[in-house]
Nanobody, 118 residues
Framework: QVQLVESGGGLVQAGGSLRLSCVVSGRAVSLDAIGWYRQAPGKPRELVATITSGITTAYTDSVKGRFTISRDNAKNTAYLQMDNLQPEDTAVYYC????????????WGQGTQVTVSS
């Protein structure tokens, strides 16, 4: 059974940083794409950052230059380094596995809450 567990969220002031982790069990992720999504209250879930098995990364415009996605296949873990956080980054953050950065499996974790105060 594939399980994804996100952690690292919390409350931070605007301009601060957080590092999210996504630990995957039940499946080796080295050939998978990994994505970080977020969902703010009353808004649809949006794709924030992706990293392919070939380490190609992509970001939604609103986080470019502030967020960095990375992966450690030996630890079956993905990370999202978030710097210069802003109140509009407040959301529950989720990770997801995919065949590619555009074809996603239906594996979701429980999410981790990120709250940025102004």
């Amino acid at each position: 059974q594939v399980q994804l567990v996100e952690s690292g969220g919390g409350l931070v002031q605007a301009g601060g940083s957080l590092r999210l982790s996504c630990v995957v069990s039940g499946r080796a992720v080295s050939l998978d794409a990994i994505g970080w999504y977020r969902q703010a209250p009353g808004k649809p879930r949006e794709l924030v950052a992706t990293i392919t098995s070939g380490i190609t990364t992509a970001y939604t415009d609103s986080v470019k230059g502030r967020f960095t996605i990375s992966r450690d296949n030996a630890k079956n873990t993905a990370y999202l380094q978030m710097d210069n956080l802003q109140p509009e980054d407040t959301a529950v953050y989720y990770c997801r596995l995919g065949l590619t950065a555009t074809v996603w499996y239906n594996y979701w974790g429980q999410g981790t809450q990120v709250t940025v105060s102004s």
